[in-house]
């Protein structure tokens, strides 16, 4: 699944090909993508519509429109943008055209990834506002914000961090790479750290974040990035940092994996709780 650096990478490497450039048309083949809005009315406003520029918040890429109009793409568990596919692949959901003759088109096998069309900026925020919370890579990602997101909360600190309504953009992936950095066990629960912790944990997930690479070109080829997890996907492996065995463990219903050494098992009284509440729902939705 895509994750904040990954729909950065996008973004980065799309930009300079769609910034200025007119839709000359758009079909959208799945009409789950745009639902509840209609595909016909989507398809109608994307038509002759200019990309002033891409922007992102979260997971979410967007496409500013002309006429204060945005157009939110999420990619969920499958979705992928084609710049130029020789042919439209399997799975293809949408196409837009280029007025240069150039073409983007939009796959997703599992048809979760969405795209709805927002007029006005209010419209944008109020979208966003009801879905995301606080963006990484910011002047306002402090740990300050982030102790007093987490403050009374009993949730283990992964499913907090897998929260989308606290942090923007972070998955499964980034959360473990992110706590292995910042030393923090994923089941301590989140309201037991304290600000040394949260500091360590924001600079693990601004690390993470400034890995920005890439994850998969917009010519299809996967990069690199799955090769250079510290722990994730590495169970039964050493630990880059001090050679315990990697272990994965289950929180919040997700697959985790986490050095014990480096970061220390909270004690065992709070393991029952942690293992349940909001937060492990928060995780099994993220
Ligand atoms: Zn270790």
């Not at 745009?34 to 016909?40: I, M």
């Not at 002759?48 to 999420?74: F, Q």
């Not at 130029?84 to 837009?96: G, I, N, S, Y």
Request: glycine share 10%; charged share 30%.
């Amino acid at each position: 699944m895509p994750e904040l650096p990954e729909v950065e990478t996008i973004r980065r490497q799309l930009a300079p090909h769609v910034t200025g450039r007119t839709i000359s048309r758009a079909e959208i083949l799945d009409p789950r993508w745009t639902r509840p809005g209609s595909p016909a009315a989507t398809e109608a406003s994307l038509r002759s519509a200019t990309v002033e520029r891409l922007d992102r918040a979260g997971k979410y890429l967007i496409w500013v429109l002309d006429g204060e109009r945005y157009l939110l793409m999420h990619l969920r568990m499958t979705g992928t943008l084609l710049f130029d596919p020789p042919a439209p692949p399997t799975h293809t959901r949408v196409l837009l055209d280029l007025d240069d003759g150039h073409r983007l088109v939009y796959v997703d096998p599992r048809r979760f990834g969405t795209g709805h069309l927002l007029h006005g900026a209010a419209a944008r925020d109020e979208y966003l506002n009801a879905r995301i919370g606080i963006e990484p890579l910011t002047p306002e990602f402090t740990p300050e914000h982030l102790r007093a997101q987490g403050r009374g909360r009993a949730a283990p600190v992964k499913a907090f961090v897998l929260d989308q309504k606290r942090i923007a953009g972070v998955g499964n992936i980034y959360a473990d790479e992110a706590l292995f950095r910042a030393g923090i066990h994923p089941l301590r629960p989140a309201g037991r750290l304290i600000r040394a912790d949260w500091a360590r944990l924001r600079d693990g997930i601004e690390a993470k974040g400034a890995s920005i690479d890439d994850f998969r070109h917009i010519d299809g080829a996967r990069g690199s990035f799955q090769d250079r997890f510290l722990v994730h996907r590495r169970a039964g492996l050493p630990c880059p940092r001090c050679g315990t065995t990697i272990r994965k463990i289950v929180v919040g219903g997700r697959g985790t994996y986490v050095c014990e050494r480096c970061q220390p098992k909270p004690r065992s009284r709070s393991r029952p709780r942690a293992a349940s509440g909001a937060g492990a729902v928060a995780a099994r939705r993220a």
